[in-house]
């Protein structure tokens, strides 16, 4: 059984930083891409960063360029999210997800979600 759990979310002051984790199991992702959302309240969910699971390449939304960091961890099977200079507009439920070939959209397994919350 494919299994994604995201840990790692909570509540920070605007400027602070934390890291969301993904610790997934169940299948091989080595040609997958994996993705952190976000979906917060009255919104569409949103694609935040990507990354391939060779790291060969990654993606960021323009909302978290600079500030946010997508990588992975072959060895420990888990993604991370790095969050820096946080903004209350980050406030959302985080999701991980992954995208097996051939990475049609929507992305075919996900966690249950983290959620963070950013005071300003």
């Known amino acids: 059984q494919v299994q994604l759990v995201e840990s790692g979310g909570g509540l920070v002051q605007a400027g602070d930083s934390l890291r969301l984790s993904c610790a997934y199991s169940?299948?091989?992702?080595?040609?997958?891409?994996m993705g952190w959302f976000r979906q917060a309240p009255g919104k569409e969910r949103e694609l935040v960063a990507s990354?391939?699971?060779?790291?060969?390449?990654?993606f960021y939304a323009d909302s978290v360029k600079g500030r946010f960091t997508i990588s992975r961890d072959s060895a420990l099977n888990t993604v991370f999210l790095q969050m820096n200079s946080m903004k209350p507009e980050d406030t959302a439920v985080y999701y991980c997800?992954?995208?097996?070939?051939?990475?049609?959209?929507?992305?075919?397994?996900w966690g249950h979600g983290t959620q963070v919350t950013v005071s300003a």
């Open positions: 990354i391939r699971w060779s790291g060969s390449s990654t």
């Open positions: 169940g299948r091989t992702f080595s040609n997958d891409i």
């Open positions: 997800a992954a995208n097996p070939p051939p990475y049609t959209a929507p992305y075919d397994y």
